[in-house]
C-alpha cells in the first residue's frame, strides 16, 4: 500500500511541477491498513536502518525510530500542552473538566478586558484586501477579516469548562458576567479582539472539493497565557463569512452540544483535541433539514467558543497549491509561519542532531531531516496524526467526517460532526448517514484514512517544492509505523498483557465483532478476570456476563477458550490481579459520551432546561473514575438509542 501510494504521489508531485496547478482526480480507496481483522497489520511496517544515529555511530533499526521521536520531543513536552498534558493515552492524560485544582488557587486569573492579545496569524499572513462577506473565491490569501453577525435575542450561557478557562489565565468568574452571553454570541465584540475567517480548501469523501473555509466560524484572535503558550478562540455559529457559500453562517443545539461535550470528553480520556471554553443559546431559531430529506424545521440556535493552538488544516495548505504557481509560495510562508510558532524545535536543527535514514540501498536513499526543516516537518505531522488515530481506535472512537479540511496539522481531534463512540463492536460503524454508501471514514478505515490525508498534505508540500519524493514517501512510512507501535501499545495496555499478543489480540476482536460486544464496557470489565489457571470452566465468563448477551453454547465455548488463552498470558507476567486492575482501569474508561446520552442533554436543553449538559460534562471530565452514584451514564444504550437522528447524525447542522 505505502509503495502504491508513494507512486502516486510521485506521480501527482511530477505533474504538479509541470503544471504548477493540482488535477485532482477522485483516488480509488482500497483499504491497506485495516484495524480488523489484524492479519494484514504487521506486512504494512516496514523496518529502516539508521545511517547516522544521534552519537555518529550505526544503529539497528529501532534506533532510527527513537531518532524520529526526538524530533518532536520537545514540543510533546512544551508546546503540546495545548491538553494540559492529554499526550499521553489514558487516565493521566487529562483533568478534571470541572478544572479546579490545589495548584491553580494561586494561578492568574484574569478578566476577559485584561487577556493578552496577540495577532500573529493577521499580522504575518497575507490577507484578503476586502471585507466584504459576498461568496466568492478568496485568492492570494489566507484569511478574511470579518465580524461576527449572528443575530440574538437575550443569549444564554448553556455550559462553560473552568479547565479551559484556566488554559487563557481566566477568572471562572466571569462566566458570571450578565454580558458574558452577549459576549461569546458576538453580539459584543471582545475587548482587543481581531475577528478573522479562515482561507483552506480540501477533499471530501476522497474529492478536492476547492474552496471551502471557515463558512460559520469566526476566529477572535490569539491570547497569550502567563506560560507564553498562544491560543485562538473561535466562535462556530457566528454568522456568514465570504467562505459560507449559499449557507447562513449560523450553527444550531443540538450540534452545538455534542462539539462542546465531545471536544471535553475527548481531552479528558487524554487524546488531542480542540477545546470548548463556553456554549451560548443565541435566542434566534435555525431552520435546518436534518436528514436531508426535505422537511426542515426551526431549531434553536447557538454559539460555541473553541480555543486551540491553532486551527491549522491539511486544507489551509492545499487550497494554495491548487491554486497554483501565483498561490504556491503562500504553502511556504503558511509552512514557515506553522514552524516558527507551533513546532520552533525544527527551526534549527544542526548536524550534530543528525535525523538521517536509508529508505533502501544506496547514498539516494538517504533522508537527511536536519538538512531540511520541512521534510522534518511534514514527518512530524505524520507521526502525530499516526498517534491521534490509534488513540481513537483505543476508546472506540469514530470521527465520521476525515475530510481533509477536518485534519489538524498539530494532530488534534477537530471539527466534531456526526461522532460516535462504538457501542456494540462493529468495525464497519459510522456514524455519518452521508458516508452510508461506501463507509469510507467507518471506524476500521480510520488508520488507512489517515494515511490517505498525509499522502495529499504531502503532495501539497511537494508541489510546493518544500520536499522530495523521498522525503513525502518517508513521512507516510513513518505514519504506518508510528501507528503500529502505539496501537499495539494501547491494546496491549488496555488488556493488561506483559508484551503485546497479536493473535490474543486479533481473537478477542473477531469476537466482540461476531457477538457485538459492547466496547467500552468489555474492556472495563476485563479487568476483573483473574489470573488463576485453576478456576472452573463455568465460572470463566462470570466476570463478563454483563456484556456477553444472549449467546448459545458455541459462542460460550469460542468466548471460554479465549479467557482461558487470555488467562495463561496473564499468569505469565508475574502482576498481581489488583495492581493489573488499576493499571488496566487507567486506560479503559467508563464513561464515554455516548450518542444517547448526548441526545437526552439535547432534549432537555432544548426545553430550556441545561442541567443535563452541565453533568454530562461533569462526568466526561472523570471518564477512568468509578464515580458512585453515576452508573446510569455507563449504561448500555435504550432501544430508542438505534433510532435515525441519534446513533447516526448527517452533516447538517
Given at each position: 500500500m505505502l509503495s502504491q501510494i508513494s507512486?502516486?504521489?510521485?506521480?501527482?508531485?511530477?505533474?504538479?511541477?509541470?503544471?504548477?496547478?493540482?488535477?485532482?482526480?477522485?483516488?480509488?480507496?482500497?483499504?491497506?491498513?485495516?484495524?480488523?481483522?489484524?492479519?494484514?497489520?504487521?506486512s504494512q511496517k516496514r523496518r529502516f536502518s539508521t545511517v547516522v544515529s544521534m552519537d555518529g555511530a550505526s544503529s539497528p533499526a529501532s534506533a532510527a525510530?527513537?531518532?524520529?521521536?526526538?524530533?518532536?520531543?520537545?514540543?510533546?513536552?512544551?508546546?503540546?500542552?495545548?491538553?494540559?498534558?492529554?499526550?499521553?493515552?489514558?487516565?493521566?492524560?487529562?483533568?478534571?473538566?470541572?478544572g479546579i485544582d490545589s495548584i491553580s488557587?494561586?494561578?492568574?486569573?484574569?478578566?476577559?478586558?485584561?487577556?493578552?492579545?496577540?495577532?500573529?496569524?493577521?499580522?504575518?499572513?497575507?490577507?484578503?484586501?476586502?471585507?466584504?462577506?459576498?461568496?466568492?473565491?478568496?485568492?492570494?490569501?489566507?484569511?478574511?477579516?470579518?465580524?461576527?453577525?449572528?443575530?440574538?435575542?437575550?443569549p444564554q450561557l448553556v455550559a462553560w469548562s473552568d479547565s479551559v478557562a484556566e488554559l487563557l489565565d481566566l477568572d471562572p468568574k466571569e462566566f458570571e458576567r450578565p454580558d458574558f452571553p452577549q459576549i461569546f454570541s458576538g453580539a459584543s465584540?471582545?475587548?482587543?479582539?481581531?475577528?478573522?475567517?479562515?482561507?483552506?480548501?480540501?477533499?471530501?469523501?476522497?474529492?478536492?472539493a476547492g474552496q471551502l473555509?471557515?463558512?460559520?466560524?469566526?476566529?477572535?484572535?490569539?491570547?497569550?497565557?502567563?506560560?507564553?503558550?498562544?491560543?485562538?478562540?473561535?466562535?462556530?455559529?457566528?454568522?456568514?463569512?465570504?467562505y459560507s457559500r449559499f449557507a447562513d453562517g449560523l450553527a444550531v443545539l443540538r450540534s452545538s452540544i455534542r462539539e462542546f461535550l465531545c471536544s471535553e470528553a475527548i481531552h479528558s480520556?487524554?487524546?488531542?483535541?480542540?477545546?470548548?471554553?463556553?456554549?451560548?443559546?443565541?435566542?434566534?431559531?435555525?431552520?435546518?433539514?436534518?436528514?436531508?430529506?426535505?422537511?426542515?424545521?426551526?431549531?434553536?440556535?447557538?454559539?460555541?467558543?473553541?480555543?486551540?493552538?491553532?486551527?491549522?488544516?491539511?486544507?489551509?495548505?492545499?487550497?494554495?497549491?491548487?491554486?497554483?504557481?501565483?498561490?504556491?509560495?503562500?504553502?511556504?510562508?503558511?509552512?514557515?509561519?506553522?514552524?516558527?510558532?507551533?513546532?520552533?524545535?525544527?527551526?534549527?536543527?544542526?548536524?550534530?542532531?543528525?535525523?538521517?535514514?536509508s529508505t533502501g540501498e544506496g547514498?539516494?536513499?538517504?533522508?537527511?531531516?536536519?538538512?531540511?526543516?520541512?521534510?522534518?516537518?511534514?514527518?512530524?505531522?505524520?507521526?502525530?496524526?499516526?498517534s491521534l488515530v490509534a488513540k481513537w481506535q483505543g476508546v472506540g472512537f469514530t470521527h465520521g467526517v476525515l475530510n481533509t479540511d477536518n485534519m489538524s496539522v498539530l494532530g488534534l481531534t477537530i471539527d466534531y460532526g456526526p461522532f460516535g463512540f462504538l457501542d456494540a463492536f462493529d468495525p464497519s460503524f459510522t456514524p455519518n448517514t452521508t458516508d452510508l454508501p461506501g463507509r469510507r471514514y467507518c471506524f476500521a478505515n480510520q488508520p488507512d484514512i489517515g494515511l490517505w490525508n498525509i499522502a495529499q498534505f504531502a503532495t501539497t508540500l511537494s508541489a510546493a517544492q518544500l520536499i522530495n519524493d523521498k522525503e513525502a514517501n518517508y513521512a507516510m512510512e513513518r505514519y504506518g509505523?508510528?501507528?503500529?507501535?502505539?496501537?499495539?501499545?494501547?491494546?496491549?495496555?488496555?488488556?493488561?498483557?506483559?508484551?503485546?499478543?497479536?493473535?490474543?489480540?486479533?481473537?478477542?476482536?473477531?469476537?466482540?465483532?461476531?457477538?457485538?460486544?459492547?466496547?467500552?464496557?468489555?474492556?472495563?470489565?476485563?479487568?476483573?478476570?483473574?489470573?488463576?489457571p485453576t478456576i472452573q470452566e463455568d465460572e470463566l465468563l462470570i466476570p463478563l456476563k454483563a456484556v456477553l448477551l444472549d449467546i448459545g453454547k458455541e459462542r460460550k465455548d469460542a468466548w471460554t477458550s479465549w479467557v482461558k488463552s487470555y488467562i495463561q498470558e496473564l499468569s505469565a507476567s508475574g502482576i498481581s490481579d489488583e495492581d493489573r486492575k488499576t493499571s488496566m482501569d487507567s486506560v479503559n474508561p467508563k464513561y464515554i459520551l455516548r450518542n444517547y446520552l448526548c441526545q437526552s442533554a439535547i432534549d432537555a436543553a432544548e426545553q430550556g432546561d441545561f442541567e443535563e449538559v452541565r453533568r454530562l460534562l461533569k462526568v466526561m471530565g472523570r471518564p477512568y473514575d468509578e464515580q458512585p452514584g453515576m452508573e446510569k451514564y455507563a449504561r448500555l444504550p435504550p432501544a430508542w438509542a438505534y433510532r435515525p437522528g441519534v446513533c447516526m447524525l448527517s452533516c447538517s447542522s
Open positions: 507512486a502516486s504521489l510521485s506521480h501527482t508531485s511530477s505533474s504538479l511541477t509541470a503544471t504548477t496547478a493540482f488535477s485532482f482526480r477522485r483516488p480509488v480507496f482500497r483499504p491497506k491498513f485495516p484495524f480488523y481483522p489484524f492479519n494484514r497489520f504487521n525510530a527513537a531518532s524520529v521521536e526526538s524530533v518532536s520531543e520537545d514540543l510533546k513536552n512544551q508546546t503540546l500542552e495545548h491538553n494540559n498534558g492529554s499526550n499521553n493515552y489514558g487516565r493521566d492524560g487529562g483533568k478534571n473538566a470541572t488557587q494561586n494561578r492568574v486569573k484574569l478578566k476577559l478586558e485584561e487577556l493578552k492579545w496577540d495577532h500573529s496569524f493577521v499580522r504575518e499572513l497575507p490577507g484578503d484586501p476586502r471585507t466584504d462577506l459576498i461568496p466568492r473565491e478568496v485568492l492570494h490569501s489566507c484569511y478574511t477579516k470579518v465580524s461576527p453577525s449572528a443575530e440574538v435575542d437575550n465584540l471582545l475587548d482587543g479582539a481581531m475577528p478573522y475567517a479562515q482561507c483552506y480548501g480540501g477533499h471530501q469523501f476522497g474529492m478536492w473555509g471557515d463558512g460559520r466560524a469566526i476566529t477572535l484572535g490569539e491570547v497569550l497565557n502567563s506560560k507564553s503558550q498562544r491560543w485562538e478562540l473561535q466562535l462556530k455559529g457566528a454568522g456568514r463569512t465570504p480520556l487524554g487524546i488531542p483535541t480542540t477545546r470548548a471554553l463556553c456554549l451560548v443559546t443565541t435566542g434566534k431559531y435555525v431552520t435546518r433539514d436534518m436528514f436531508y430529506d426535505g422537511n426542515p424545521k426551526d431549531e434553536p440556535g447557538a454559539i460555541v467558543c473553541r480555543v486551540a493552538q491553532s486551527f491549522l488544516r491539511f486544507g489551509s495548505y492545499q487550497i494554495h497549491a491548487s491554486r497554483g504557481k501565483d498561490d504556491l509560495g503562500l504553502v511556504c510562508t503558511l509552512a514557515d509561519y506553522a514552524i516558527r510558532h507551533h513546532f520552533p524545535h525544527l527551526e534549527n536543527l544542526s548536524k550534530s542532531e543528525s535525523l538521517s535514514f547514498d539516494d536513499s538517504v533522508v537527511d531531516l536536519t538538512s531540511n526543516k520541512y521534510a522534518a516537518w511534514a514527518v512530524e505531522v505524520a507521526e502525530r496524526t499516526a509505523t508510528k501507528f503500529m507501535d502505539e496501537y499495539q501499545a494501547i491494546m496491549t495496555k488496555k488488556l493488561g498483557l506483559p508484551k503485546y499478543n497479536k493473535q490474543l489480540i486479533s481473537d478477542l476482536l473477531k469476537n466482540m465483532a461476531v457477538d457485538k460486544v459492547d466496547y467500552t464496557n468489555f474492556f472495563r470489565l476485563l479487568s476483573n478476570i483473574k489470573a488463576d
